[in-house]
């Protein structure tokens, strides 16, 4: 008889973590920003291994190996700091949404299931804030494109991480949900891709009159209505 393992599905926790890191990607204004979203992502592929070693009754060597990962990846903040040269806090404040890596991957290990929710929610208000903080201290020129794109990927990681979560429960590991990992994730993007379309057209066409910050500040309140209409 084959032992089933509820735990969060690999497909979708792999989306969630790669989403939540192309999400402080997308409004990565250094070449120093981007290392420390690598080193963000590099510290989550540690952490991952470290759990499954431990779980296989390696303890010895995975939660060491686990909490290594965990430290690395959140010490992309200071990272981050250092390639870019900041000094202070509020010259760089956007890097809060390094925090979002690892708080997603942590949920979707999990770290434990009856946290798991919360630190994948948690990690998307990290991303969100960070994206919008992003926006208000450097803007991006002409273009909002990757501060909406940054929004989108939020809503992405939260997304495929609460389905990692619900699969993994119900069905278990093991069982063949990649089928609809798939097209609920893809229906995710597809959903977020015409969010930011509207979004361009809107703000092309001066329609509202919005500055960039006030439409990203609803856009930020959509993702807490679209996360309210989820539960």
Not at 33 to 50: I, N, R, S
Not at 138 to 159: F, I, Q, R
Not at 174 to 184: D, G, K
Request: charged share 10%; aromatic share 6%; glycine share 14%.
């Amino acid at each position: 008889m084959t032992r089933v393992v509820y735990r969060p599905t690999r497909i979708s926790s792999t989306v969630a973590v790669l989403a939540a890191a192309a999400s402080v990607g997308f409004v990565a204004n250094a070449p120093g920003q981007l290392m420390a979203v690598g080193t963000a992502l590099g510290g989550c592929v540690v952490l991952a291994l470290g759990a499954a070693l431990h779980r296989r009754g390696f303890w010895f060597f995975g939660l060491p190996i686990a909490l290594v990962g965990l430290g690395v990846s959140l010490s992309a903040i200071g990272v981050g700091f250092v390639m870019t040269g900041s000094t202070r806090i509020t010259e760089r404040a956007e890097l809060v949404g390094l925090l979002g890596i690892p708080l997603v991957a942590l949920g979707v290990v999990p770290l434990h299931k009856r946290v798991a929710r919360r630190l994948v929610s948690a990690g998307l208000v990290f991303l969100v804030v960070g994206a919008v903080l992003s926006g208000m201290l450097h803007g991006t020129g002409l273009e909002p494109l990757p501060l909406l794109a940054s929004l989108a990927a939020a809503v992405v990681a939260w997304d495929a991480g609460e389905q990692a979560i619900n699969l993994g429960e119900q069905l278990g590991r093991s069982a063949r949900t990649w089928p609809v990992e798939l097209s609920h994730t893809g229906g995710t993007v597809v959903f977020g891709g015409l969010s930011i379309g509207t979004a361009m057209t809107l703000y092309g066409a001066n329609v509202t009159g919005l500055p960039i910050e006030t439409l990203l500040l609803l856009l930020a309140a959509a993702v807490v209505l679209m996360m309210a209409l989820y539960k």
